[in-house]
């Protein structure tokens, strides 16, 4: 099994403080994932002033105030503030990432040189921002949060026409409630989604803890993310839906267990570490009674113990009936040169 790509999510949650935002990529590279992910946006071209909130960051948030536009206003990342997070991913050892929500953040992103694009799940019906994810030329990863297959479909439709090989995408399976109830995950979609459209899959999760995500990579994902926080009392819109700084540990070294766990032949056989235990654990046939040579082996005479290093209980059938040519003690192994 290849290694699985874990993006950790700091999304919105450093709250507009760049000091926040450092402080979540040093609990990113604390904990061992791949990429620290945060949002490219501008509330104006994002959202209007009239939209509302999503239920669940009003719910989140608990403000009173139910603008869209105000709350993204405050989460903004200035120019200033991804080349400063660029620089300290850089020194911390960890990749840099993030999502844009309109076709001036994915120019702005692949001006940066990012390596890759994340289509998030509310724009996989948006045919322009996808067209320009497109002609970026990069892999793409995208989200499927609120998708139908057609949609799916169509969208995978757009990048390919305008010059992606399907090679190079590879689909999350996502839910967009936050957080999601463990009712509505529907994880075998991610299966269905690889078998019907021929891609790498992967799963972005927004459910409460970690066993989800863990259960999704022994189901093929080949990258996770999900969304963490210094602390999920905070107030911000996915603070609630988030890991916290252990969590997050805990969920990257399961997930590398796991990786570990899936990654044999699929042949069954004894493993090197256990191969050592099968005379322990198993058992081979013994003499139940004092025996004298010449006696002749009755199913009465013989008993199952171990250490498994006789002759195997299997061949009990194949005892009966022969003649021993030794003496043999109560509780001796019996031997194929005890016969004549």
């Known amino acids: 099994m290849d290694k699985v790509i874990i993006i950790a999510e700091a999304g919105v949650n450093h709250n507009g403080d760049i000091q926040i935002a450092k402080k979540l990529i040093d609990v990113a590279v604390d904990a061992g994932v791949d990429y620290v992910k945060f949002q490219t946006f501008k509330a104006d071209s994002l959202v209007s002033k009239s939209a509302k909130k999503a239920e669940y960051q009003s719910v989140n948030i608990n403000d009173g105030d139910d603008s869209q536009y105000a709350m993204l206003k405050n989460l903004e990342l200035s120019h200033e503030n991804h ?10 050892k960890i990749q840099f990432f993030s999502t844009a929500f309109d076709v001036e953040g994915v120019n702005y992103l692949n001006d940066l ?12 019906t ?8 497109a002609m970026c030329g990069k892999p793409v990863v995208m989200s499927t949060g609120m998708c139908s297959e057609m949609e799916i479909k169509q969208s995978l439709d757009v990048l390919m ?21 463990m009712k509505d995950v ?12 021929g891609v790498k899959v992967g799963y972005s999760d927004h459910t409460l803890g970690i066993e989800v995500p863990i259960a999704a990579v022994a189901l093929g994902a ?21 890991l916290e700084p252990t969590e997050l540990k805990e969920m990257v070294m ?16 004894p493993s090197e570490s256990e191969t050592k235990n099968i005379a322990i654990a198993r058992k081979s046939i013994h003499i139940n009674k004092n025996l004298s040579k010449g006696d002749i082996i009755t199913d009465d005479d013989i008993i199952s113990l171990r250490p498994g290093d006789g002759i195997s209980p299997m061949e009990w059938e194949n005892i009966i009936g ?6 043999k003690n109560e509780f001796d192994k019996l031997l194929f040169s005890d016969f004549i």
């Open 83 to 92: 080349l400063e997070l660029m620089k300290y991913c850089s020194e911390r």
């Open 113 to 124: 040189g990012l390596s890759f694009f994340k289509i998030p799940s509310g724009e996989i």
């Open 126 to 133: 948006n045919y322009p921002y996808l067209k320009a994810v």
């Open 161 to 181: 026409k305008f010059g992606l090989k399907k090679e190079v995408i590879s689909i999350l399976h996502c839910n967009t409630e936050y957080p999601t109830p």
């Open 186 to 197: 529907n994880l075998k979609a991610m299966q269905s989604i690889k078998k019907t459209f």
């Open 222 to 242: 080949t990258i996770i993310e999900k969304h963490f926080t210094l602390d999920r009392t905070l107030p911000g819109p996915d603070h609630v839906a988030s």
């Open 254 to 269: 399961a997930i590398r267990n796991i990786e570990l766990a899936m990654c044999g032949d699929g042949e069954k056989k």
């Open 322 to 327: 022969k003649k021993l040519n030794v003496d």
